[in-house]
């Protein structure tokens, strides 16, 4: 068995079995690197379960032992690029950094592993998607405002029918989702209770849905036509968000490359108006006109 068909029966799984061996579970989805790394017994401490507990999944999910699961990592990790077990290495070792310093090491191992999981191939066929969409409606709420506004601010410069959700207005909004309509949802735990009413609009318009999130357990994954995660860890008090804004950003190179010169035109346009109108400072254009 692949990895991706692992993890595709464990999401499967989540909802129908004990909450202790779900909590073990996303810790699996989400730390695959951990799963060759450390033991069974340090896996189950770092998702905060007992190694029974890790014992009882592998059977829940119809293997006689946990190192039945270990392998289809080990398995994983080996076909993968060695820059991504030296990463994952480095991160495991690093200790003994003041705060800030560590912020940077955070946002760094975040971007890397971002890129790692995801890869180019992934990330060009979401963009695809949303590129030919016939409305996007980007469901981005509370901290992940941020990257959403980033997202819709830059995409309405490619194209049209951009829409950013807003919950007072939501289930008016969601009854308006369309087959041809795609859904970006940006996400990470703790998720809030708008995503439960976005799945719902997805799965009653049937329209596509590109989800970037910290896991692949969350409650979007299994409607998604899309899911890339990006790392939210750090050592401040709030998850970050670092990884899920350089992702909108690679989207959004994407969907250009994509949309092609019919984008590239329109922001040109876009341009020479807002120089016109005042809005950006001719003292800072160049002799080329950006």
């Given at each position: 068995?692949?990895?991706?068909?692992?993890q595709?029966k464990l999401?499967?799984?989540?909802?129908?079995?004990?909450?202790?061996?779900?909590?073990?579970?996303?810790?699996?989805?989400?730390?695959?690197?951990?799963?060759?790394?450390?033991s069974?017994r340090?896996?189950?401490?770092?998702?905060?379960?007992?190694?029974a507990?890790?014992?009882?999944l592998a059977?829940?999910?119809?293997?006689?032992?946990w190192?039945e699961?270990?392998?289809?990592?080990?398995?994983?990790?080996?076909?993968?690029p060695?820059?991504?077990?030296?990463?994952?290495?480095?991160?495991?070792?690093?200790?003994?950094?003041?705060?800030?310093?560590?912020?940077f090491?955070?946002?760094q191992?975040?971007?890397?592993h971002?890129?790692?999981?995801?890869?180019s191939?992934?990330?060009?066929d979401?963009?695809e998607?949303?590129?030919r969409?016939?409305?996007?409606?980007v469901?981005a709420f509370?901290s992940?405002?941020?990257p959403?506004h980033?997202?819709?601010?830059?995409?309405?410069?490619?194209?049209?029918?951009?829409v950013?959700l807003?919950?007072?207005?939501?289930?008016?909004?969601?009854?308006?989702?369309?087959?041809?309509?795609?859904?970006?949802?940006?996400?990470?735990?703790?998720?809030?209770?708008?995503i439960?009413?976005?799945?719902?609009g997805?799965r009653?318009s049937?329209?596509?849905?590109v989800?970037?999130s910290?896991?692949?357990?969350?409650?979007?994954?299994?409607?998604a036509?899309?899911?890339?995660?990006?790392?939210?860890?750090?050592?401040s008090?709030?998850?970050?968000?670092?990884?899920a804004?350089?992702?909108?950003?690679?989207?959004?190179?994407?969907?250009?490359?994509?949309?092609?010169e019919?984008?590239?035109?329109?922001?040109?346009a876009?341009?020479?108006?807002l120089?016109?109108?005042?809005?950006y400072t001719?003292?800072?254009?160049?002799?080329?006109?950006?």
């Amino acid at each position: 068995m692949k990895l991706e068909e692992f993890q595709a029966k464990l999401v499967a799984a989540l909802p129908d079995i004990p909450a202790k061996v779900q909590r073990g579970g996303r810790y699996v989805l989400d730390h695959p690197d951990d799963v060759v790394i450390y033991s069974m017994r340090e896996v189950a401490e770092r998702a905060s379960v007992s190694p029974a507990t890790l014992v009882r999944l592998a059977n829940l999910l119809g293997f006689g032992k946990w190192s039945e699961i270990r392998m289809i990592h080990s398995e994983s990790l080996r076909s993968a690029p060695a820059a991504y077990l030296e990463r994952a290495l480095d991160v495991v070792g690093s200790t003994g950094r003041d705060l800030v310093q560590e912020t940077f090491v955070s946002h760094q191992a975040n971007l890397s592993h971002t890129e790692a999981v995801n890869g180019s191939a992934a990330i060009r066929d979401a963009a695809e998607t949303l590129a030919r969409a016939e409305r996007i409606f980007v469901s981005a709420f509370m901290s992940c405002r941020a990257p959403g506004h980033t997202f819709a601010y830059l995409c309405r410069m490619l194209r049209d029918d951009v829409v950013v959700l807003d919950t007072e207005t939501l289930p008016a909004e969601l009854l308006s989702l369309r087959e041809n309509d795609v859904v970006l949802a940006i996400n990470f735990q703790p998720y809030s209770r708008e995503i439960l009413q976005v799945a719902e609009g997805v799965r009653r318009s049937g329209a596509g849905l590109v989800c970037l999130s910290d896991s692949r357990a969350s409650p979007l994954t299994p409607l998604a036509d899309h899911v890339l995660l990006f790392g939210p860890n750090g050592p401040s008090f709030f998850p970050s968000i670092t990884a899920a804004a350089a992702l909108v950003e690679s989207l959004l190179a994407a969907m250009l490359a994509s949309l092609g010169e019919e984008a590239k035109d329109r922001i040109g346009a876009i341009e020479q108006d807002l120089y016109r109108s005042g809005i950006y400072t001719t003292s800072q254009r160049s002799k080329k006109g950006t």
